[in-house]
């Protein structure tokens, strides 16, 4: 049950773009498109930003994307605004029927 | 309005016991998959647990054996046994439902901190 690897951080300025790489292996991201994005401000619970690798909630900007290649999933975030700047951690169902988060990555909107 | 509160969380010393809950409002807890995740102080997210509306469940390596994951449908409510405490189970506890139709922990309660320490 290793974590999927996220960078620890990234950065960009206001109105850029930013795509956050998140890997595994062909038992968790890489075997199910079961792969999650969740936004974490500080002293606050995780947020839903995307589901099912490509899936927006209601309510999410659609400046929030992802996509998955292979074992790797990648979240963009287009149109960087200042509220943008959190943690954001991956997840994925895993072949043994449990979750796995990734590291996290700390987001700074410069 | 869907909403989970978790409470029972404090200051344990190591090799002790507590129970953690988690009061679902809005949806029925025995017809959701629901789950624990836990975030050590400065870390990450890291799943703990989870209960199918089956009644199944599954752990972390890290856990298995020493907690316990259940739930009453009565009272709407989830619960994490956690026995044989280690100062590394120090973290905040939340609860989370596993989306009927996101795939996804689509809903979080607010945490409950866990501190294992003499």
């Known amino acids: 049950q290793s974590a999927l690897t996220q960078p620890a951080s990234v950065s960009g300025s206001p109105g850029q773009s930013i795509t956050i790489s998140c890997t595994g292996t062909s038992s968790d991201i890489g075997g199910y498109n079961y792969v999650s994005w969740y936004q974490q401000h500080p002293g606050k619970a995780p947020k839903l930003m995307i589901y099912?690798?490509?899936k927006r909630p209601s309510g999410v900007s659609n400046r929030f994307s992802g996509s998955k290649s292979g074992n790797t999933a990648s979240l963009t975030i287009s149109g960087l605004q200042a509220e943008d700047e959190a943690d954001y951690y991956c997840?994925?169902?895993?072949?043994?029927?449990?979750?796995?988060f990734g590291g996290g990555t700390k987001l700074t909107v410069l | 309005e869907v909403q989970l509160v978790e409470t029972g969380g404090g200051l344990i010393q190591p090799g002790g016991s507590l129970r953690l809950s988690c009061a679902a409002s809005?949806?029925?807890?025995?017809?959701?998959?629901v789950s624990w995740v836990r975030q050590a102080p400065g870390k990450g997210l890291e799943w703990v647990s989870l209960?199918?509306?089956?009644?199944?469940?599954n752990y972390a390596d890290s856990v298995k054996g020493r907690f316990t994951i259940s739930r009453d449908n009565s009272k709407n409510t989830l619960y994490l046994q956690m026995n044989s405490l280690r100062a590394e189970d120090t973290a905040v506890y939340y609860c989370?439902?596993?989306?009927?139709?996101?795939?996804?922990?689509?809903?979080w309660g607010q945490g409950t901190m866990v501190t294992v320490s003499s």
């Open positions: 099912d690798v490509i």
């Open positions: 997840s994925s169902y895993t072949s043994s029927n449990t979750r796995v």
């Open positions: 809005g949806f029925t807890v025995s017809s959701n998959c």
């Open positions: 989370a439902r596993w989306g009927n139709w996101e795939n996804a922990f689509d809903i």
């Open positions: 209960i199918y509306s089956g009644g199944s469940t």
